[in-house]
């Protein structure tokens, strides 16, 4: 079966702008959570999703924010880029959440 | 913060030889899981030890967990080249509104 896609792979975006990653997980998974990967910091916890809901937060402003449809696809979005928002941002399935997470590949963001 | 905190941050040893990465965590848990990152890409589920088990393997791997010492280790036995990887572990607390929380994870290279 097909795994979890993000896309796109790759992005470069200037300091102010928007971007919009994407997260498809992997058929009936009904959870979907976000993580921001710096060499700093490891992986930070942005949000996870179940059933369109966003089940939990992390400790990042409100420039970040996500959603999940119906169909359980999830995007995430960055306003106001910051230099220091240049990460992998890893996205992660799961049947109910929690535990055994398949990840995605990442969208390496790189804002100049 | 219930964060796992992976020891040491990098170990380099060589083909062959046994691994052994530690995990340390602060608050009561369910489970621990390990994952590993190949360079700039996603992780890749290993093995999750529930709160009640003391030892678990799958192939080469052997994770035991110390719930008194709150503290975890991960042993790959007869490293390969392809084991050159990060390695994290990922705690999920016994609070239900905790987020599942990763280390900082620890870098494994197998020298040929």
């Known amino acids: 079966k097909a795994g979890v896609t993000q896309t796109p792979r790759y992005l470069i975006k200037t300091r102010g702008q928007q971007v919009t990653l994407s997260c498809s997980p992997i058929?009936?998974?009904?959870?979907v959570s976000w993580y921001q990967q710096t060499p700093g910091q490891g992986l930070q916890f942005l949000f996870e999703y179940f059933s369109e809901t966003q089940r939990n937060k992390g400790n990042f402003p409100g420039r970040f924010s996500g959603r999940q449809f119906s169909n359980s696809r999830s995007e995430m979005n960055v306003s106001t880029l910051e230099l220091g928002d240049s990460a992998l941002y890893l996205c992660?399935?799961?049947?109910?959440?929690?535990?055994?997470?398949?990840f995605g590949s990442g969208t390496r963001l790189t804002v100049v | 913060s219930q964060q796992g905190e992976e020891d040491p941050q990098a170990l380099s040893i060589q083909e062959g030889e046994n691994a052994t990465m530690n995990c340390s965590y602060k608050t009561s848990i369910n489970n621990l899981q390990w994952y590993r990152q190949n360079s700039g890409r996603g992780l890749v589920h290993l093995i999750l030890i529930r709160s009640n088990e003391r030892e678990k393997h799958s192939g080469r791997l052997r994770v035991t967990l110390d719930t008194s010492k709150k503290s975890s280790s991960l042993l790959i036995t007869a490293s390969r080249a392809a084991d050159t990887a990060s390695y994290f572990c990922a705690t999920d607390s016994s609070n239900r509104d905790d987020k599942i929380i990763f280390g900082k994870g620890t870098r494994l290279h197998i020298l040929p």
């Open positions: 058929s009936g998974h009904r959870s």
């Open positions: 992660a399935s799961s049947p109910l959440g929690r535990n055994g997470y398949t």
